[in-house]
């Protein structure tokens, strides 16, 4: 079974934010659900959630048959879990239709290649309602600054490991929301030298 120390270590802080921020029986996508922890976690917290997990092809087996083994019967109160979608934020014809509250996604941004970035904003736009959110967990620096020694070293092993990969600049990664029409709201501090981007879909 698939099992993140990460996401153990973060759900319930996250899990604050979004009681804080999402709208009563919301519609969250998540973004690269990998484990499912967080999917099953938050619809076992929040009554009347709707979640829809998604993973890119190379993973979907296995979050699939990790989301088809969990009890069903401990969810939340009105609270549904979806059945995975397999999704590649390159990929425009992959993203669902346009429903959802909120979109949401942890710890993928340094995984995934700085070109993709563009292509995470922009299809979360599209399938965001008007006032919808985009919240975006993970390490992240400032212009090239780091938060913390730690994620330096950090950054510096994905780098080395795999040239796309790496902590991904927040600011930046602000200025192109704001080019796609996605505003920035907040940037909260999370465990472990985590932040929790949020972003407004325009109207």
């Not at 999370?190 to 949020?198: E, F, K, Q, T, W």
Request: glycine share 8%; with cysteine.
């Amino acid at each position: 079974m698939l099992f993140s120390v990460a996401c153990e270590r973060n759900k319930r802080p996250i899990l604050s934010v979004l009681e804080t921020w999402l709208p009563a029986e919301a519609a969250v996508l998540e973004i690269g659900s990998g484990s499912g922890q967080h999917a099953a976690f938050f619809c076992q917290q929040i009554q009347g959630l709707h979640w829809q997990p998604s993973e890119q092809a190379g993973a979907y087996n296995e979050l699939a048959a990790q989301l088809a083994a969990m009890d069903r019967g401990s969810l939340a109160q009105g609270s549904e879990l979806a059945a995975p979608l397999a999704l590649d934020v390159s990929q425009p014809l992959q993203w669902p239709s346009p429903r959802f509250d909120a979109v949401f996604t942890a710890n993928t941004c340094h995984i995934m290649a700085a070109a993709a970035l563009p292509h995470l904003l922009a299809g979360s736009h599209r399938v965001l309602k008007p006032g919808g959110l985009l919240l975006i967990y993970g390490p992240f620096h400032d212009g090239g600054v780091h938060t913390a020694a730690s994620n330096a070293a950090f950054d510096a092993q994905l780098r080395s490991r795999d040239a796309s990969m790496g902590l991904r600049d927040a600011l930046l990664l602000n200025e192109q929301a704001a080019g796609l029409g996605l505003a920035h709201l907040a940037d909260l501090a999370m465990p472990a030298n985590n932040r929790l981007l949020i972003f407004r879909r325009d109207a």
